[in-house]
């Protein structure tokens, strides 16, 4: 810890050199003229729609969310999700995972889970009825990121518990256009570009294309990705339009999760060994299309339709470690193929306020289908990982399941200001949600003439809040909340062989929760200063974890669990195109009642943490961003110790990170380096769920240069 915060200093001062004499402070000669005072700077108020789909400022709304700035994102060079939210408040997001070295595990309110919070792109769910689908997110020619935490409004259904990234591109008619190429450790290398394409009629529209390749520390670990995105609108006087084709190839050479022997790591296996077999790949394309009108009905009120529709088509060859040792048949490999469509639709309509009074009411129907198939196979992995062995993929997939889910409902969100310093909201929801699953036994029942047995729930879920303005003075003002959400979901899937091999393909009971918070919204020197501080407690109930049945990954419930915690967030927009932020959260996470088996015995967990939960969160940044000449940032991380197991026998010590960027920039172009990770720490970050005690690390310390030009 000494290290990384000596880098720390470091890298702030640094800093401080580079920036101009009014940031750095130096005491001017007694004979100098008198130096004009720095203007304060302008602030521009960011909006969000995800809470409520109307367009609110964050201290408008009764709950626990912030924006940030696509600027900020570019100034911090922030490519991947875990450098875009580096300093997100209660939030810890790091790379990798069992999804592949593009994928990245999220943490909100205590909870890792990679089902748990609801990814948002442009009004689409990104991974539609499924799980988030991160690993083909693009960040390029982004305006803003709306991170609302706690359970999915009633707006977006029974969808997520504890948290919703809402990925906010450029419209299609946004004229400014940019690229970059860029270059840097482990052969990475990329380049992408994002313009205005020409009018076709009333229809303006934009264009993003890149492609990369990334490569990492571990051994025979890469990325490869290609990518297009295209927007297009046409805005009329009484009708809006737009139009949303993406399209994302992605291959992956996976890297390997690390065992634990006892409370640590295996010391056993060397530091990036991948036990993968020789060719392991992890390939995923997907292409999406969305289609929105907003149109004018009168001469105030607007209904807003949209939809969409996605396929990803996912093919994997990979290993793992079943025994840490040199014996035969030590690793597990999987085979498996899996094809997933999704369908979105939501309709609403707004009402202008009248007599104080705001309403919003629709409907909406998220239909998933995914089809699985694959098979398992043993093999022998030197335990060095200094060589990848050759092994023939099975010929045939015999084991299969497919999942089909129909999540729809009616909304109703109100939004009641009886005196300018109250504002009373409230939403009700009617969830109706269809689930059923086959695999090989349900198909040979089916061919018989039986019926497929499904799950079908009708639940309604709701949410209550209230903001109170203690005190108000132009811009600046002391808001309180009080906020009650309460949510239900039908429990995640992800086809694991887990489930396939072991006759499990029962469908799990629905998760459900009750959120609680409190907090308050301050704003002080004219807009330069934001102070934020939340406290919250999640009940949850029917949580899914992972487990492993018959060797491989699956999934369980995990009767009650509860999260609590306090989330503290400040912002300082200082003049000279100096902006800061500070970041801690508490949180306390624990099992209530909940039985496990281990090594046949059954366990209660209660009063248990959970597993790669830490306690404390803390984040600092800065930023140095003028329009031209030198600029640069710094942003220092700090997770807290976390248990690797459920049973709280192994404790990993928390750590601290370090990513700095600096460089010099012109109206035209600009060219910068950026370090991530300079401490180079290699804690475990993110538990796998294809074997038992097995963790991902931290990525290691990487370097990237780049070059951008504006036109």
Do not use: C
């Not at 109307?54 to 924006?67: C, D, G, K, T």
């Not at 050479?253 to 990036?272: F, K, M, N, T």
């Not at 991380?637 to 709280?648: C, W």
């Amino acid at each position: 810890m000494r290290n990384t915060f000596g880098l720390t200093g470091l890298a702030l001062a640094a800093l401080v050199v580079i920036a101009p004499p009014s940031v750095a402070a130096a005491a001017p000669q007694a004979s100098q003229p008198k130096q004009p005072q720095p203007q304060p700077p302008a602030i521009t108020e960011q909006v969000e729609v995800v809470a409520t789909r109307l367009a609110e400022a964050p201290h408008e709304v009764p709950a626990a969310i912030e924006v940030i700035a696509g600027d900020t994102l570019r100034a911090m060079n922030a490519r991947t999700l875990p450098q875009a939210l580096a300093l997100a408040s209660g939030v810890d997001v790091t790379g990798g995972g069992d999804a592949g070295p593009a994928g990245a595990v999220p943490e909100f309110r205590g909870l890792r889970e990679f089902d748990a919070f609801l990814l948002v792109v442009d009004g689409i769910p990104w991974g539609g009825a499924f799980n988030p689908a991160l690993t083909t997110l693009s960040l390029r020619d982004i305006d803003r990121v709306e991170i609302l935490r706690g359970p999915a409004p009633v707006t977006f259904g029974a969808t997520s518990f504890v948290g919703v990234i809402h990925i906010v591109h450029k419209p299609g008619t946004e004229s400014r256009s940019y690229a970059d190429v860029s270059g840097g450790s482990y052969g990475t290398a990329g380049g992408g570009a994002d313009f205005s394409l020409p009018a076709f009629g009333s229809w303006n529209s934009r264009l993003s294309v890149d492609a990369e390749r990334r490569g990492f520390a571990d051994d025979r670990t890469a990325v490869r990705r290609g990518h297009a995105l295209w927007r297009a609108a046409s805005n009329g006087a009484q009708r809006k339009s737009w139009l949303m084709a993406d399209v994302n190839w992605l291959q992956q050479d996976p890297a390997s999760p690390a065992p634990r022997e006892g409370p640590a790591l295996s010391a056993r296996v060397p530091l990036d060994a991948n036990h993968n077999p020789a060719g392991a790949f992890l390939n995923d394309t997907r292409v999406s299309i969305a289609y929105g009108f907003d149109r004018a009905i009168g001469t105030t009120t607007h209904w807003t339709t949209a939809a969409s529709f996605s396929h990803s088509g996912q093919d994997l060859f990979r290993g793992f470690l079943v025994d840490i040792s040199d014996s035969p048949g030590n690793a597990r490999g999987l085979r498996e193929t899996i094809d997933v469509n999704d369908i979105y639709a939501d309709s609403h309509v707004a009402w202008p306020s009248r007599h104080n009074v705001t309403l919003v009411a629709g409907g909406d129907l998220l239909f998933g289908r995914g089809d699985a198939k694959g098979a398992t196979f043993d093999y022998t992995a030197p335990l060095s990982g200094v060589s990848a062995p050759h092994v023939t993929e099975p010929s045939s997939l015999p084991l299969g399941v497919d999942d089909r889910r129909v999540f729809s409902g009616g909304y109703g969100l109100v939004e009641w200001r009886p005196s300018p310093r109250i504002t009373v909201s409230g939403g009700a929801r009617l969830n109706v949600t269809f689930e059923e699953r086959g695999g090989g036994e349900e198909e040979a029942a089916k061919a018989a003439g039986e019926e497929e047995a499904g799950q079908t729930n009708v639940r309604p879920s709701g949410s209550a809040g209230v903001l109170l303005t203690l005190w108000q003075q132009g811009t600046n003002h002391v808001r309180a909340y009080a906020s009650y959400r309460s949510t239900f979901k039908p429990a995640a899937f992800d086809f694991g062989l887990g489930e396939e091999s072991g006759g499990e393909e029962k469908l799990l009971e629905p998760e459900t929760a009750n959120n609680y918070e409190t907090g308050v919204k301050v704003r002080a020197l004219d807009g330069r200063v934001d102070f934020e501080a939340d406290v919250f407690r999640l009940d949850f109930t029917n949580l899914v974890t992972s487990t492993v049945v018959n060797g491989l990954p699956a999934l369980q419930n995990s009767g009650k669990t509860r999260f609590k915690g306090l989330e503290l967030a400040s912002d300082w927009r200082l003049p000279r195109h100096v902006n800061g932020r500070v970041t801690y959260s508490f949180h306390d996470s624990t099992f209530v009642d909940f039985v496990q088996a281990f090594d046949g015995v059954p366990t209660q967990l209660a009063g248990l943490r959970l597993e790669m939960s830490p306690r404390h969160l803390f984040g600092a940044g800065l930023i140095y961003a003028p329009d031209r000449g030198v600029f640069g940032s710094v942003t220092a991380r700090y997770v807290g110790s976390r248990f690797l197991n459920k049973r709280n026998t192994a404790l990993a010590l928390g750590y601290g990170t370090l990513d700095a960027g600096a460089g010099l920039r012109s109206d035209r172009w600009e060219v910068r380096v950026d370090g991530r990770n300079l401490s180079n720490r290699r804690d475990p970050a993110a538990e796998s769920e294809l074997g038992d005690a097995q963790y991902y690390r931290l990525d290691a310390r990487r370097m990237e240069a780049t070059l951008g030009i504006r036109f």
